[in-house]
Every structure is written in C-alpha cells, then in structure tokens.
C-alpha cells in the first residue's frame, strides 16, 4: 500500500481537500480495473493538529482520521492550503500550526514526498523545506511570497513545480493537477492519465500567466510615477529609453536603478507588460461583427510587427492571442 496523509487544519477550502480524496479514490477505481493486487492501492488518512474535525472557510466541517503523526510511515504528505485573502494575516495563525510545520519537516526528512497547492506554498516555506528550492504558488500572492521568502526560486506562473520531494502546484484548482502528479508518482502514469480522463482534468495545463492580471506595485517614486504615465500617454509610440529619460531630465543608468528599485524591473519590461494588459483587454471585449482582428491589436498597443507581438504576448500570458480570446472573450461564441 501507498500511504497519502493529508493535514488539514481550520480556515482551509473544503474542495482542495475533497478534490484531492477524490482523484485518489479514482486512481483506486483504475487500479482495480487493471487487476492491481491490493498492495498497489493508495490509502489516506486526513489528520488534523489536535485530531479534531476542523471547520473550512465556508463553515463546512470536514471529520479527520486522527491526530498528525509527525513519525508515522508515510509516502506523501499533502498539506492543505489556507484561504488567506492578505497574507500579511498569515503571520497571526502560523504559530497555532508549529506542529504541522514540524511534522512536515520530520516527514520530509524521513523520505515523504511533500506536496500543497496555492498557498499551501506559505505552509512549506514557514517549515523552511523550500529554501533554495523551485516552488509556485497562486498567481496573486506571487508578489507577497517573494518578499516573504526571498531564498525561494518562485516560478509563479507554472501550474507544478517539483524538486527534492518537493511539489507544489498554482492556484486553488491545480490541487486536482497535483493529485494525479502524486498518483503518478506513487502508480504511475497510465493509471494518472486514466484518472485524468474519467474526471475530465487538463493533464497538459503548464501555465496560470494566462490568468494573472497585472497589479499595481505601490511605490513612493516620483520619477518613476512620472515615468509610468508617460509610458501610459506614448503606449502605440516607438520606444526609445534615451527619449524618455531626457523628458524626465535624468540619465538613462538612473532611470533603470530607479524603475528597479521602485517595481523590480526594468522600464522595457514594465512598458511590455503595460501593452500586453492592454492587449488583454481588447481580445476580452471585442464585439461580435468587430474588424479589430490581431494585427490591429498589435498596432494599437505599440507592435507594428505582429510576430513580435504574439511572442511577447505569450511570453507574458502562456497562450496566444487567438486562444487567449477564445478562452476569455465576453462575447457569445
């Protein structure tokens, strides 16, 4: 037998946890199907700090197997996430979950593969498992993840990332893609892509850039404040960092240490993003009958090229223009 312990704990969301059982028992269903000897099967425990059942952040109470056994055999641990809307408020609970946090550092040390979802990602890094490691976590707490653990390598926009016994997944929905990864880590991948298929999971989802949305980063910069609304003004305009450093009367090094200093990247690299949000916005609303096709999308947000701007625009959002539309349009398709 596999055995998967999934600690769970209050303030989580009921459907990761149940999402995760569920891929789980379909692995079992295939394994059975396969005429797979009992000893191949995956059996779970759900277990709580205290051994009690815990209440999810809408109320629903979810009963538990027992206690979290830090020293029990197990071949994977999930760690639920916490539903957190401001994960400066996530410093107030860690305390109350040092056990856990602990558990999961004995377990990993003991060889158990540790996995969580969204920002279950928080949970491993508090316990130190993800210093030096690759890690994601969703796409909208990237920004307080890297400040919070700068000794991490977050890939923010992949849906899984996996190293030393380590695996965590994106947003709230990925918990399903990281399950069927568990499964075919523990069963392999016939029986995960047959479970995949009978729950109708996305196996090939690699990106969540697709639905991140930009945010503004508060800074107190006047420059750069200055700088952003030009940038905002001139967005079809060629772009020359010489010309919008003389506007601004300063040298273009300058510049570049500022934008750096202020939002963590470089002023090209800010005007990209800029442009391509844009671009998102008229792909999202373009009205039935409209003649703006992509090559005018391209133009209207500064690329006159258009090549260089499907390249771009699936560097920063993982799909293309056309399925970017096709999976985001407000219009009746």
Known sequence: MKDVRVWVFDGILASSVAGVIDVL??????????????????????????????????????????????????????????????MTDFSVRD????????????????GAIIASYCTGSFLLAEAGLLDGRIATTHWAKARAFRERYPAVELRAHEIITEQDRIVCSGAVTTALNLALRLVEILAGGAVATEAARLLLVDMNRVSQASYAVADDVAHDDELVTRAQRWMQRHLRDSFHL???????????????????????????????????????????????GSRLGIDDVSARVGYGDVSTFRQLFKRETGVSPREYERRFSTRPH
């Open 242 to 288: 010489g010309d919008l450093a003389a506007h601004l009367g300063v040298s273009e090094r300058t510049l570049n240490r500022r934008f750096k200093a202020a939002l963590g990247e470089a002023p090209l690299h800010h005007l990209q993003k800029l442009r391509i949000q844009v671009a998102r916005k008229l792909l999202e609303t373009r009205r039935v």
């Open 95 to 110: 305390r109350r979950l040092e056990p856990l946090l602990a558990g999961l550092r004995q377990q990993h040390g003991r």
């Open 25 to 86: 028992t379909t692995a079992n269903l295939v394994l059975g199907r396969q005429g797979a000897p009992a000893g191949q099967r995956l059996r779970w425990r759900i277990e709580s700090v205290d051994g009690r059942a815990v209440t999810t952040v809408s109320g629903q109470v979810i009963a538990v197997d027992g206690a979290i056994a830090a020293r029990a055999r197990a071949d994977v641990v999930v760690a639920a996430a916490p539903f957190v809307g401001d």
